[in-house]
């Protein structure tokens, strides 16, 4: 990396703030996969949590020093001598350990929560990082509500902290108050009066959520020299989030041209550790949110999808697969044009004629104007129709699935093919997979089971099930739909015309000849 660009810490705080999301709550187990997860993902400081809150915080923490080694494990803590003693013990098997340490400075605060003045505030934070300076190298120091502090006042407290022993100053905001232009002349104000923040000392940023700007406001610090910002995966935290380490680090990485600056994230584990937490949290990551949202690398309007087929850099910044994504998603609706419905009917294994296309795609706008995506089910019945049925190569005549309390079920299934009986029996771990193993033991395809799906097409006790699945053949998916009252027979109705398709489609010569019965 050139020597002139500057390297932006990652601090993640998604074990810590992150977690003070309402309904977000971890176990110190589902803690420690998450940082073992940050560990991979390559972050700096890993803040893996408040230890004097709780008897199963302190543990997680404790848990998380013993296990992850690289990054630097950091505990919060109050400006209180138990709550530092507590972050003590936490860290105390830590390879790498932080204490931070954080206590009110803005005017509203002193007044109305601490009920102190400016002289007691300094005195306070002076005189516990000076006693936590025996057991910890690293101390970082936070002002909170800094961005709504006076700044002579913040610098003050600033310069008093780094006096005391702090070797990192933190400037939050606390409650999302700030705007980018307004913070990065507040981080050039403090650097002006307080040199070596950003150099001898890190200069941090903790930015909040409440007005959307997180992530702004954490980039306008960088280019005011900031060099850590803390952040959390997917933004999670307290009200509405704060920074997002996605989008700070890939704006940073996309960006390398203005902003002169890189971190050391692994960007392939981004979409991982990303899932991770919204599974182990609970909160869904919204559609539409940058850089991991579901609908983040998805394209529906058709001057899109054909800008991105003939060149992806046209309407899409970043290439999805850096982040660990396969690629981009062209979604199918009625805004879609024509080369992208040719695209997705080629994937899908069906070789048109020019006037097969225009024919099939006159079908799809039809279908389009009445549902709002169409899927890769909705496109081949169109083509099926369009250019012919998909011939019964395999037609089921017999059914019987067995099933007892402690026994594996076991599926007898008779095909007939070319007016000819073949059937063949077989053990499952339950009775969908026993009926699926005997009709690979008759056809020999060699498909892999991709998805399976089921849902009830009617109501009452009689419904029908509707079952989709989608084998995976020679690097091609082929779906596949049955429905039935018996699900069991769904299932091997939805099989069999997959594999009915992949016959006709793929395999037009016979590749084995199964054992008559």
Not at 35 to 42: M, T, V
Not at 452 to 471: C, F, N, P
Request: net charge positive; with cysteine; proline share 4%.
């Amino acid at each position: 990396m050139p020597s002139k660009k500057r390297k932006i810490h990652i601090f993640d705080t998604t074990l810590r703030d992150g977690e003070q999301s309402p309904g977000a709550s971890l176990t110190p187990e589902e803690k420690l996969k998450i940082a073992k997860q940050l560990e991979r993902l390559n972050v700096d400081v890993i803040e893996a949590g408040f230890p004097a809150s709780s008897p199963g915080e302190l543990k997680a923490v404790q848990m998380i020093s013993e296990a992850v080694r690289k990054p630097i494990i950091c505990g919060l803590s109050r400006m209180m001598p138990k709550d530092i003693d507590a972050c003590r013990r936490a860290l105390e098997k830590a390879k790498k350990k932080r204490l931070h340490v954080f206590l009110a400075t803005s005017q509203i605060h002193r007044q109305y929560k601490l009920r102190k003045d400016k002289r007691e505030i300094l005195q306070m934070a002076v005189q516990n990082i000076k006693a936590a300076k025996k057991d910890f190298k690293q101390i970082e120091f936070s002002p909170e509500d800094a961005s709504r502090t006076e700044p002579s006042f913040l610098v003050a407290a600033t310069r008093a902290a780094i006096d005391a022993g702090a070797t990192s100053i933190n400037i939050p905001d606390t409650v999302g108050y700030t705007v980018p232009q307004e913070f990065e002349c507040l981080i050039r104000y403090l650097i002006k009066k307080v040199p070596e923040l950003g150099k001898k000392v890190v200069l941090s940023v903790h930015c909040h959520n409440d007005l959307g700007l997180a992530s702004a406001n954490s980039l306008a610090a960088i280019l005011a020299g900031a060099n850590q910002v803390e952040c959390t995966i997917n933004g999670i935290g307290e009200r509405a989030g704060n920074a997002s380490m996605e989008e700070i680090v890939m704006a940073i990485d996309t960006r390398k041209d203005f902003v002169d600056c890189y971190t050391d994230i692994r960007l392939r584990e981004i979409v991982k550790t990303s899932r991770l937490v919204s599974h182990l949290t609970g909160m869904v990551v919204q559609p539409n949110k940058a850089i991991v949202g579901r609908n983040a690398f998805s394209h529906e309007s058709g001057i899109h999808q054909d800008g991105v087929l003939k060149k992806r850099q046209t309407y899409e910044i970043i290439d999805p697969k850096r982040i660990g994504l396969s690629g981009s998603q062209l979604i199918l609706g009625k805004l879609s044009g024509r080369h992208a419905f040719k695209e997705r009917v080629e994937k899908l294994g069906f070789h048109l004629s020019e006037q097969e296309v225009g024919k099939s795609f006159e079908r799809f706008k039809m279908l389009a104007d009445k549902k709002k995506y169409v899927f890769d089910e909705d496109i081949e019945a169109i083509l099926e129709d369009e250019i012919g049925h998909i011939p019964e190569t395999w037609k089921l005549e017999y059914l019987k699935v067995i099933t007892e309390s402690g026994q594996s079920p076991v599926a007898n299934v008779r095909l007939r093919s070319q007016g000819r009986n073949f059937e063949a029996h077989s053990e499952g771990d339950g009775p969908v997979d026993a009926c699926y193993k005997a009709l690979e033991q008759i056809v020999k395809s060699g498909a892999q089971l991709a998805h399976y799906g089921i849902q009830s097409v009617t109501s009452g006790k009689d419904a029908q099930g509707e079952v989709v699945v989608k084998l995976l053949v020679g690097g091609r998916e082929v779906a596949g739909r049955g429905t039935s009252t018996d699900i069991i027979e769904a299932s091997v109705k939805a099989y069999l015309f997959a594999l009915n398709k992949i016959s006709t489609r793929f395999f037009p010569k016979e590749t084995g000849e199964p054992s008559p019965v």
